[in-house]
């Protein structure tokens, strides 16, 4: 039975309005030590401004995450939260600080 063409019109522009700008944190630091002409801070001590951004729940999972390395049911466990709200505050974290980094890439691109 084939699909109705309205209704996967409208799942296809539903998933693209759910779709937010987010910036994968491992490669930044590498784009901006590149595009910089200037000794690099530690990627740890960048970080560390990072999280400044963020509330400390996010901050605090983003540590674990990205610093320490857990899984996100490790995250879960230790903090006796569902897995699916250690994902929404990376995910959320991520969001907040992608308009902060895509400036800073910018800068180094222009210098």
Known sequence: MLAEPGREINRHYGKQSREVDTIDLGEVSDRLVAASHQ?????????????AFLDSRESEVMQLRFIEQWEYHEI???????????????FNAKKKLAPHLKTLQEMARAA
Not at 39 to 51: G, Y
Not at 76 to 90: D, F, N, Y
């Open 39 to 51: 000794p690099a801070t530690t990627p740890a001590f960048e970080f560390m401004h990072w999280m």
């Open 76 to 90: 879960a466990a230790a903090q006796a939260i569902p897995v699916g709200t250690v994902q929404w505050r990376v």
